[in-house]
Every structure is written in structure tokens, then in C-alpha cells.
């Protein structure tokens, strides 16, 4: 046999080399993450801190994982709420027989007064099913213990993270309202609710205030002090010309509307174009807008419509931090109660644009129907005066 010349050893080599690299480029990357693993493993079990180990692994596992992942697709919040409202804003005007009312609780906790409110809800003409619950929870929260009772089950799945002093507070309740609106034909009257608030009467007292009313209720003041700021929390001219100035209005986020005003609320998108709108950051403190939309809007389409006032009671004296007084343990009573029940809501603004606090509408005599804040250690209290008191009307 002839030995092999040089020149065919080198061609050899040419062809060979090639195949080596493509082998070793191509070579599935598995191998490389089982390395990462096992090399973690016997890692770990040299180190006796076990909270070093459980960062460790964990920072080897979510690496790998998310390489392997697709990009996230770009948020579609704004077009999944466009698509809601239209739908709710398309229910029939009129509700069915027997009317209901739609509670709707916003909520970034666990409800620390359900069991006041499940007694509420079980309470005699409560069980003709005059009534139904929303829950709209902000998923990033945990919320332990979980929803129970008469809350079960009652979270709308179109439910989204919420943040003060931004918008999301406004689209919360708009798909509060919007969900109701096309659950249930017979929801006639819709109280939007916070985690803090309690009822002040019994369920047959408040079915009865609402159900007879054609109007909403709904803080609406105009020339609040430091109004203007909040106006321009934007830009000095942000809101033109959608919301001029003379138009703007300020209330509690706290109102009770009716069907024809959640229809309103669910179809609206000219004040939305505008309030959906970041503030400025040196305008953090006058961005309120859950505040300002709903009292505007219903102010600007429908003021004869509307009490302009909130059912909700709620104690501002000296509180200069954007947070109500919260009741605590001690404060809790039958007095306190009977107090909160005879106060007078604050009336804002009539139709002819007048204030409204000194006139014939102080003769209404609406009474509040529920109040906030309270502590949650104070539900013990709470639940044992409901029968002798808060549901004694």
C-alpha cells in the first residue's frame, strides 16, 4: 500500500476541519443547561447556610427559564376595557322587574367587614335576591383570607391593577360598573364601595332609599379650594378644550348611580382622552382624578339627573394628607353611629350652578347609607351592634 503523500494528508484536513466546527456550533444547548444544574447542585450542598442555597437555585433556575421564554406581548389594557364598555353601553336603558341594586367594592385587601356585610346581605327582604355583589380586585395583592360567603366567586375577572394618584382608579370603576351592567338586566341603582366602608342601615331601609330614587347621588363641588391645581395636575392646558376650567368639578369617588349614568359612564371617551393622562410628577399631590372625572362628567351631561351629593359618610376635618379619619376600636359604638346617621350630606353644586349646601335641597333629607373609614380590628364591635343598632332603623 502507498503511504499518503503530503499534499493528500493536507486535503484531508481541509475537508474534516469544517465539520468539526459546524459540530461543536450546533451542538444542542441542553447539555449546557444541565451542567448549569448539576453544577448548582453540588454547589449548593457545600454551603451549610440554607437561605444561601434557596437564592442560589433559584437564580440558576429563573435564568434558565426565562431565555426560553417569548417576548411579552404589548399590553392590550386600553383596547380589553374599549371593548367592555362598548358592549355595557349597549344594555337596554330600562331594568328589569324586580330591580336590584349592584354593590361594587374596589379593593386592593381583603374585605376586613364581610362578616358585617354578610349580615347585611342575609337580612329579610335580602333573600328575595334584590341585590348583587362586584369585587374589583387588584391581582398583584394577595388577599388572605380569600374571598367568601355572600363575596365568593364575585371578583370580575376583568379586574387590574389600581395605583393613587393615577387613572387606574377611574378605568377600576368603570369596569365595575360595565360588568354589572352586563351581568344583570335588573340592576337599577349601582353603589360604588371601598374595603373601609360599612353599611349604616339595615338592607331593607337602603334598597328602599335608592330603588325609589330617579337620581344619582354624587358629590359635585365646584370652586373647591386648590381646584384649579388639580385642573392643571396635567399641563396648565392639558384639559382643553375637552374640560375647561368652569366645568371641572371635584367630589368623593364614593356615588351611588343610576342605570342611565352607568350606561353614560361605560360609553364616555371625550373627558377620558384626557384624564387618562399621566400628571406631572411635581403634581403628585392635586392627582386625584377618580375625584374629578365622575363629578365632571355627570356635572357637564346631566345635572338634573343628580343629587350632588355622596351617600357615603366620610370625616375630612383637619386631615390634610389625602386620607379620611379612620375610626378606631375605641371609637366604635352605638353613639358613633347614631351620630354618623344624623349628620347631613354635603350638597355641591344646583343646576343653575349655585351652591347648594344653604338651600331647599338641605330640605331633601337623604340620609347617608353608608361610612368609612373604619379599623379593621373594630369588626368585633361592629358585628356585635348590628341587630340592636346599625340594622335598627
Not at 367587614?113 to 327582604?125: D, G, H, Y
Not at 368603570?174 to 360599612?198: G, T, V, Y
Not at 352607568?262 to 377618580?290: D, G, I, M
Not at 372625572?293 to 346631566?302: A, G, K, N, V
Amino acid at each position: 500500500m502507498m503511504s499518503p503523500t503530503p499534499l493528500s494528508l493536507f486535503c484531508v484536513l481541509l475537508i474534516c476541519l469544517p465539520l468539526a466546527i459546524v459540530f461543536t456550533v450546533v451542538t444542542p444547548p441542553a447539555t449546557t443547561i444541565r451542567s448549569i444544574t448539576s453544577t448548582s447542585t453540588s454547589t449548593s450542598q457545600t454551603r451549610t447556610n440554607p437561605e444561601t442555597r434557596v437564592i442560589e437555585t433559584t437564580r440558576i433556575t429563573t435564568t434558565t427559564i426565562s431565555s426560553s421564554l417569548p417576548a411579552r406581548p404589548p399590553s392590550t389594557t386600553e383596547d380589553d376595557d374599549q371593548m367592555l364598555f362598548r358592549r355595557a353601553a349597549g344594555v337596554k336603558p330600562d331594568p328589569l322587574l324586580p330591580k336590584r341594586l349592584a354593590f361594587m367594592f374596589l379593593t386592593t385587601t381583603p374585605l376586613p367587614f364581610a362578616p358585617l356585610w354578610e349580615l347585611f346581605f342575609n337580612s329579610t327582604r335580602a333573600q328575595e335576591k334584590l341585590y348583587n355583589i362586584y369585587v374589583h380586585a387588584d391581582p398583584s395583592f394577595p388577599y388572605d383570607p380569600p374571598f367568601s360567603g355572600v363575596f365568593e366567586n364575585r371578583v370580575i375577572p376583568e379586574s387590574k391593577p389600581t395605583r393613587r394618584h393615577s387613572p387606574t382608579l377611574i378605568s377600576a370603576a368603570r369596569r365595575l360598573l360595565s360588568h354589572a351592567l352586563l351581568e344583570d338586566p335588573s340592576n337599577s341603582m349601582f353603589a360604588l364601595l371601598s374595603s373601609a366602608c360599612i353599611p349604616l342601615h339595615s338592607f331593607d331601609f337602603t334598597y328602599e332609599a335608592l330603588v325609589k330614587s330617579d337620581k344619582s347621588f354624587i358629590e359635585i363641588l365646584k370652586d373647591e379650594p386648590g381646584a384649579w391645581a388639580r385642573w392643571a395636575a396635567r399641563g396648565e392646558r392639558v384639559m382643553l378644550p375637552e374640560l375647561p376650567f368652569e366645568d371641572f368639578r371635584i367630589g368623593s369617588q364614593f356615588f351611588v348611580l343610576t342605570r342611565k349614568h352607568a350606561r353614560l359612564v361605560a360609553n364616555e371617551t371625550r373627558l377620558w382622552s384626557k384624564f387618562k393622562l399621566t400628571c406631572l410628577r411635581k403634581n403628585k399631590n392635586t392627582c386625584y382624578p377618580e375625584e374629578h372625572y365622575f363629578p365632571s362628567l355627570i356635572s357637564m351631561e346631566d345635572p338634573r339627573g343628580c343629587v350632588p351629593a355622596t351617600l357615603t359618610h366620610v370625616d375630612w376635618r383637619g386631615r390634610h394628607d389625602g386620607h379620611p379619619r379612620t375610626y378606631g376600636v375605641s371609637e366604635v359604638g352605638p353613639k358613633l353611629i347614631l351620630a354618623l346617621r344624623k349628620d347631613v350630606p354635603r350638597y355641591g353644586v344646583n343646576v343653575d350652578g349655585t351652591n347648594g349646601s344653604h338651600s331647599s335641597m338641605r330640605k331633601r333629607g337623604d340620609p347617608f347609607l353608608f361610612a368609612r373609614k373604619f379599623s379593621p380590628d373594630s369588626i368585633a364591635t361592629l358585628v356585635r351592634i348590628a341587630n340592636d343598632v346599625i340594622f335598627k332603623d
